[in-house]
């Protein structure tokens, strides 16, 4: 089909919107309600043009491609009209900053914006960096305002675990109302009143837990506003890092994008496929564990009856003298299967043969990600890559390294402690619950010293001096296993199954509770809390 | 199941026996309006004198006959009398009617407005003499406050639904055909040709097809189509019939406010009468064609009336507006094609069946064919329900049917389809009511409601009004409508209240172009005509409101003061006492005084000065008023109005 946009004709699409032709066709036409993975609304008016045919000035968005059309996206009419009807949006929206005489000065001298409690105006909103009304408001060249603007004065939303709301700052787009319903299924949030009390809410006056809401973020990736927000993120401004990675919280390994800060610490997660949600875990607890309190930044040796902070070569001296008396029978290494392939190969090796055990111990986590083991009898040394032994066994050994990402009571009692690097820090192949291999893709730094698992380990056997174990990086190991090819799941149709039902999630991660390193998911209705009690989490 | 034609004999005799009836009839006109008026006490009050005292009489309940000002409305049958219609008719007044004219040989003259003449006994007949009858065609109210509308017999019997049998002996084809002849369009509104949104539909393949019945009448001051459901209900269902079976449509809706209890409960039964006799359900009379009606009442939103948000409603959805296209007549209710009419449209059909599109088309000018209801509201001596040939111009509707202002004061102008109407001079009221001259005047015909404004109407607090209902109204979806109308609404206050600036005007109408052009909806794009109309018709009120701080009307308190004038005032406290800010000052006998700084404008001591003195007089502006206070009008005066000019 053919049609002429601004006197260009163009190819269209079958069942194609105008709006979306000409902006495949890189032809601007300003719109806010509208978003990729959404269907038409038609209701910011906006994208309104003139065609041929067609009375008044109808919205792009929704008005389906037709062959031999005639569209003019940008005359003086389309223009003033766009200009009054943003003028509009701004009386609700608070916009003084868009409107002072000194903006140009002042975001030279505050590029970003302040923190502050509440926002009242450009300087102190979270989303100042990426808004789209800001964009289009110097696009039209807004200048005045025809009424002075209104402040709804409603009170912030802060009760629901990893969402922020100040409603103040909504336009009413809709987008988050109709990604919840076009994610799943249900109005968990909808319009409520009407006129100039239209709000976004829940029905009754419930929060957004007691409404039902999976808390998959997705209404946050499209608010064009700052009016919803990631509490965690909110205050780091735009990322200048965006790498794809797999989310391992779980077996369902969603390709997920990792935003990092210029500082290269993990901020935000959300999933790549924006048609699929994916759960709390993926896109709320990745950064918040990444950069919890209490990660281990660096190597601990004991000295004297306290854990001392040492340099790493210090460190692996210290490990390899104290092991090497433990050869044979009386070592045992556990990990659990959420590491990647490349450091369970390099786990076993080292196992094998630095340390000459059998005593591998590879843990498969629980549905609820609990890993929990013995030792074999005879085991008088142990490396553990997490919590997973009781405490009362781990006291009973001779030697104990913890090689892991937080502190624990065991690594209290241990000799030595290793900083692992975890989730997005890592480069390496993941095995998802389905046998696929999947690509884990280092997004953001570890914290302070902090290494790769197999890293740690390979650079151990050569301070024992143990051959072989010089790989250069993750996918050398990868090479000498043979894996092949990993793909990001990208293209799923099903949603995860935590993210239809946040009471099924994972709760442990590598022997960890999550809950207690991300203070969201406590506030979470979990029926996993069985679980916890069973671990005594 | 006896047959239809079994029961038309039986409908005709039970109607001819109440023609002749040997006992008395009381017909009470109880539709909500008269109602409200205090039918339902009246009603009560019969039918207990009539047990206690054992008499043999009956009582009916009807619909609407239409004048409002005279209700309640009673008709009285007495054996071998002219049967008479009774005006104001209260429950003491009821029995007096009993009492003295039933029972006795008294005719009731203080509350008699009309007879029945020796030709008939149909309401109409009787008042067709008056002022306000003389100028109206009933034809789609012709059974309104004649039938009782919960007994299909009586509709049955006045050749109800044979338009629908005449429907079915012609088929869908000639149906359309039919109406296309008659040039019917949409009731509600926008009056757009039914046949056209019929054939749209009727080309769209579906193996479903919904007929929508839209009684979601929600603009301010309009209540025809309430009075019509109310009074006629199985007209409104004979014409579902008829556009169902033109359209391939099985099932039905009917979206009634549920403001509307008396107007759902009348359906409710009119449907169980009709499935009764095999007029709704499989196979109608044998015909093959099935068709089925459900009620879904609206909870109360203007939008509703917009067709998508209606059918959003029937979903259980919000009812937000979606942009067009999809129509719903290709793509509706549940992504079938909907056919969405208005009440009163639907009950044209019958008659364009029964009588044939060549009498229809008989009355109306142009392409504003047949005859429109409309609610004749506000300020106007006769207020009420009325039907008139379409293009008969709004003097004769304002001045011959609704007999001109109350007390004499001056017509100042007429506002035609409710909040997305516009008002209209009274220099121009020699305009023809129908759709093109009326939109031409910056106005619409909308559904009928028709509010009559007179000198003491300010047209700038009236647009102030309107602003703030489609301003409480608005769905929120789209900015214009609910930023836009909320921002018109700030500067119309603003001007109200005497804080108007020169350039208000100027950024008013731009708000008006913008809610115009840019709103998703019908509600948004006509949000604004109350407001164009005005700034068109009556712009140096406006201006005078601005620069002179003056209220023409004396409506806008900010800007009226309230003084006392010193030779008039005789000091007898009566101010003093009511000033709800003892803002007057004054001992008996020494004139009072308003201290303006704490005067509120509340009205209360012009309203207490005795008429002898009328001391009391407002200033707004340049302008000074001495109030006239009006005499308290006597009960049955309007009634006593429309007897003398009977007797013209």
């Known amino acids: 089909m053919r049609l002429t946009i601004d006197n260009h004709t163009l190819r269209g699409c079958d069942g194609e919107s105008v709006l979306q032709c000409a902006l495949r066709h890189n032809i601007r036409v300003p719109h806010l309600c509208t978003h990729p993975s959404l269907p038409a609304f038609g209701a910011c008016r906006m994208c309104v043009v003139e065609i041929d045919g067609m009375r008044g000035f109808p919205a792009s968005c929704a008005t389906p491609a037709a062959e031999g059309m005639v569209v003019?996206?940008?005359?003086?009419?389309?223009?003033?009209?766009?200009?009054?009807?943003?003028?509009?949006?701004?009386?609700?929206?608070?916009?003084a900053c868009l409107l002072c005489d000194k903006q140009v000065l002042c975001e030279e001298l505050r590029p970003h914006a302040a923190?502050?409690?509440?926002?009242?105006?450009?300087?102190?909103?979270?989303?100042?960096?990426?808004?789209?009304?800001?964009?289009?408001?110097?696009?039209?060249?807004?200048?005045?305002?025809?009424?002075?603007?209104?402040?709804?004065?409603?009170?912030?939303?802060?009760?629901?675990?990893?969402?922020?709301?100040?409603?103040?700052?909504?336009?009413?787009?809709?987008?988050?109302v109709r990604i919840c319903k076009a994610q799943h299924g249900r109005s968990t949030i909808d319009f409520i009143g009407r006129g100039s009390h239209t709000h976004i809410g829940e029905a009754f006056g419930r929060s957004l837990t007691e409404a039902g809401c999976r808390f998959c973020g997705s209404c946050i990736d499209v608010c064009p506003t700052g009016s919803l927000a990631d509490r965690y993120a909110k205050w780091y401004g735009a990322a200048s890092r965006f790498t794809a990675t797999t989310c391992i919280l779980c077996d369902a390994a969603c390709a997920v994008t990792v935003h990092a800060s210029a500082q290269r610490r993990a901020v935000m997660a959300h999933g790549i496929n924006t048609?699929?949600?994916?759960?709390?875990?993926g896109r709320f607890a990745i950064p918040e564990f990444l950069n919890g309190a209490g990660r281990l930044k660096a190597p601990q040796v004991r000295i004297g009856d306290r854990l001392r902070e040492v340099a790493w070569p210090q460190a692996l001296a210290a490990v390899a003298e104290r092991l090497t008396p433990f050869v044979g029978n009386a070592f045992a290494l556990v990990c659990d299967s959420t590491s990647t392939l490349e450091d369970?190969?390099?786990?076993?090796?080292?196992?094998?043969?630095?340390?000459?055990?059998?005593?591998?111990?590879?843990?498969?986590?629980?549905?609820?990600?609990?890993?929990?083991?013995?030792?074999?009898?005879?085991?008088?040394?142990?490396?553990?890559t997490g919590d997973f032994v009781d405490l009362e066994r781990v006291q009973a050994l001779e030697l104990l390294i913890v090689q892991d990402c937080y502190a624990t009571p065991a690594s209290e009692c241990a000799t030595v402690v290793l900083p692992a690097a975890v989730l997005a820090e890592v480069g390496g192949t993941w095995v998802d619950g389905e046998s696929r291999m999947r690509p884990l893709r280092r997004a953001c730094d570890p914290p302070g010293v902090a290494k790769p698992d197999w890293q740690i380990v390979c650079e151990l056997a050569v301070a024992m001096a143990a051959a072989g174990f010089a790989y250069e990086s993750a996918a050398a190991v990868a090479a000498e296993i043979g894996v092949g090819n990993a793909a990001l799941r990208i293209k799923r149709a099903d949603t995860p199954l935590a993210a239809s039902d946040p009471t099924n999630r994972r709760t442990h991660f590598r022997g960890h509770c999550l809950a207690e390193k991300v203070g969201g998911l406590r506030q979470l209705p979990a029926t996993a809390s069985s679980a916890l009690a069973a671990v005594g989490g | 199941m006896i047959s239809l034609e079994q029961a038309y004999t039986a409908a005709r005799e039970r109607w001819q026996a109440l023609r002749t009836s040997p006992v008395p009839i009381f017909f009470v006109g109880a539709a909500t309006c008269g109602r409200a008026a205090g039918a339902g006490e009246t009603i009560e009050r019969l039918r207990a004198e009539i047990q206690t005292r054992g008499l043999q009489a009956q009582v009916i309940e009807t619909g609407c006959l239409g004048p409002c000002a005279l209700e309640p409305l009673i008709i009285v049958h007495k054996p071998d009398t002219v049967r008479t219609c009774f005006a104001k008719v209260g429950p003491g007044e009821a029995v007096q009617i009993l009492e003295r004219h039933v029972l006795g040989n008294d005719p009731c003259g203080e509350w008699a407005v009309s007879r029945v003449g020796p030709d008939g006994w149909d309401a109409v007949s009787i008042l067709a003499h008056e002022p306000m009858m003389r100028g109206q065609v009933r034809r789609v109210l012709a059974n309104c406050g004649v039938i009782s509308p919960e007994d299909i017999d009586h509709y049955l019997a006045r050749d109800g639904y044979r338009g629908f049998q005449q429907a079915l002996s012609i088929g869908p084809d000639a149906i359309v055909d039919a109406v296309k002849r008659a040039g019917l369009r949409g009731r509600g509104g926008a009056g757009f040709p039914t046949w056209r949104k019929w054939e749209a539909c009727r080309q769209t393949p579906a193996d479903q097809r919904y007929l929508i019945c839209n009684a979601d009448e929600g603009d301010p001051g309009a209540f025809m189509d309430r009075s019509l459901i109310e009074g006629d209900p199985h007209a409104v269902l004979e014409g579902m019939l008829i556009a169902a079976l033109a359209l391939g449509a099985s099932r039905g809706f009917i979206y009634c406010?549920?403001?509307?209890?008396?107007?759902?409960?009348?359906?409710?039964?009119?449907?169980?009468?009709?499935?009764?006799?095999?007029?709704?359900?499989?196979?109608?009379?044998?015909?093959?064609?099935?068709?089925?009606?459900?009620?879904?009442?609206?909870?109360?939103?203007?939008?509703?009336?917009?067709?998508?948000?209606?059918?959003?409603?029937?979903?259980?959805?919000?009812?937000?507006?979606?942009?067009?296209?999809?129509?719903?007549?290709?793509?509706?209710?549940?992504?079938?094609?909907?056919?969405?009419?208005?009440?009163?449209?639907?009950?044209?059909?019958?008659?364009?069946?029964?009588?044939?599109?060549?009498?229809?088309?008989?009355?109306?000018?142009?392409?504003?064919?047949?005859?429109?209801?409309?609610?004749?509201?506000?300020?106007?001596?006769?207020?009420?329900?009325?039907?008139?040939?379409?293009?008969i111009t709004l003097r004769q509707i304002v001045e011959e049917?609704?007999?001109?202002?109350?007390?004499?004061?001056?017509?100042?102008?007429?506002?035609?389809?409710?909040?997305?109407?516009?008002?209209?001079?009274?220099?121009?009221?020699?305009?023809?009511?129908?759709?093109?001259?009326?939109?031409?005047?910056?106005?619409?015909?909308?559904?009928?409601?028709?509010?009559?404004?007179?000198?003491?109407?300010?047209?700038?607090?009236?647009?102030?009004?309107?602003?703030?209902?489609?301003?409480?109204?608005?769905?929120?979806?789209?900015?214009?409508?609910?930023?836009?109308?909320?921002?018109?609404?700030?500067?119309?206050?603003?001007?109200?209240?005497?804080?108007?600036?020169?350039?208000?005007?100027?950024?008013?109408?731009?708000?008006?172009?913008?809610?115009?052009?840019?709103?998703?909806?019908?509600?948004?794009?006509?949000?604004?005509?109350?407001?164009?109309?005005?700034?068109?018709?009556?712009?140096?009120?406006?201006?005078?409101?601005?620069?002179?701080?003056?209220?023409?009307?004396?409506?806008?308190?900010?800007?009226?003061?309230?003084?006392?004038?010193?030779?008039?005032?005789?000091?007898?406290?009566?101010?003093?006492?009511?000033?709800?800010?003892?803002?007057?000052?004054?001992?008996?006998?020494?004139?009072?005084?308003?201290?303006?700084?704490?005067?509120?404008?509340?009205?209360?001591?012009?309203?207490?000065?005795?008429?002898?003195?009328?001391?009391?007089?407002?200033?707004?502006?340049?302008?000074?008023?001495?109030?006239?206070?009006?005499?308290?009008?006597?009960?049955?005066?309007?009634?006593?109005?429309?007897?003398?000019?009977?007797?013209?």
Not at chain 1, 78 to 95: M, Y
Not at chain 2, 358 to 379: D, I, M, P, Q, V
Not at chain 2, 614 to 634: C, F, I, N, Q, W
Request: proline share 7%; glycine share 10%.
């Open chain 1, 72 to 95: 003019r996206t940008d005359t003086a009419a389309l223009r003033d009209l766009r200009r009054s009807i943003l003028e509009l949006i701004l009386i609700e929206h608070p916009s």
């Open chain 1, 115 to 176: 923190k502050a409690g509440r926002t009242t105006g450009c300087h102190t909103c979270n989303n100042k960096d990426v808004c789209e009304v800001r964009d289009l408001a110097r696009d039209l060249h807004i200048s005045a305002l025809p009424v002075p603007p209104v402040y709804r004065d409603l009170p912030l939303e802060r009760s629901d675990p990893f969402i922020d709301r100040d409603l103040n700052l909504c336009i009413l787009c809709g987008r988050c």
């Open chain 1, 275 to 281: 048609r699929v949600p994916i759960c709390v875990l």
């Open chain 1, 344 to 384: 369970r190969h390099v786990f076993q090796r080292f196992t094998r043969e630095v340390m000459q055990s059998p005593h591998y111990v590879e843990i498969q986590p629980d549905e609820h990600g609990v890993s929990r083991s013995g030792l074999p009898g005879g085991v008088r040394a142990a490396l553990l």
């Open chain 2, 257 to 391: 406010r549920a403001e509307y209890p008396l107007a759902i409960v009348r359906l409710q039964v009119a449907i169980r009468q009709a499935q009764a006799l095999g007029l709704l359900g499989d196979n109608i009379l044998g015909s093959g064609f099935s068709f089925e009606v459900s009620i879904k009442k609206g909870a109360g939103a203007f939008v509703c009336g917009e067709e998508t948000a209606l059918i959003a409603s029937i979903e259980g959805r919000r009812p937000m507006p979606q942009p067009r296209p999809p129509f719903p007549a290709v793509s509706g209710l549940w992504g079938k094609p909907t056919i969405i009419q208005n009440v009163e449209t639907l009950a044209n059909l019958p008659l364009i069946l029964r009588h044939g599109p060549e009498w229809y088309t008989e009355l109306g000018s142009g392409t504003s064919r047949g005859t429109k209801t409309f609610s004749l509201a506000g300020k106007v001596k006769r207020t009420g329900l009325i039907e008139v040939p379409m293009g």
């Open chain 2, 401 to 648: 049917i609704g007999g001109g202002g109350i007390d004499g004061k001056a017509i100042k102008a007429v506002q035609t389809g409710g909040p997305s109407g516009g008002c209209i001079p009274a220099a121009k009221f020699d305009l023809p009511a129908d759709y093109e001259s009326l939109v031409a005047a910056g106005s619409i015909m909308g559904s009928g409601g028709m509010v009559v404004l007179d000198e003491d109407t300010c047209v700038v607090d009236l647009a102030r009004y309107f602003m703030s209902f489609t301003q409480s109204e608005s769905c929120g979806k789209c900015p214009p409508c609910r930023v836009g109308t909320r921002a018109m609404l700030f500067l119309l206050e603003r001007i109200v209240a005497g804080k108007g600036t020169a350039d208000d005007l100027q950024r008013l109408d731009n708000l008006a172009q913008t809610v115009a052009r840019g709103s998703l909806c019908g509600l948004g794009q006509t949000a604004p005509n109350p407001v164009l109309t005005t700034l068109r018709y009556f712009q140096h009120e406006y201006e005078e409101h601005i620069d002179k701080q003056q209220c023409t009307a004396f409506v806008c308190r900010s800007l009226i003061r309230h003084h006392i004038d010193p030779e008039r005032c005789p000091g007898c406290t009566a101010c003093v006492k009511v000033c709800p800010t003892a803002a007057i000052d004054g001992v008996r006998g020494a004139p009072h005084v308003i201290n303006p700084e704490m005067c509120s404008q509340c009205g209360s001591c012009l309203s207490v000065c005795p008429p002898i003195h009328a001391a009391v007089y407002r200033t707004s502006g340049d302008l000074t008023r001495y109030e006239p206070r009006s005499e308290k009008r006597k009960s049955g005066a309007a009634a006593q109005d429309l007897e003398s000019a009977a007797c013209d």
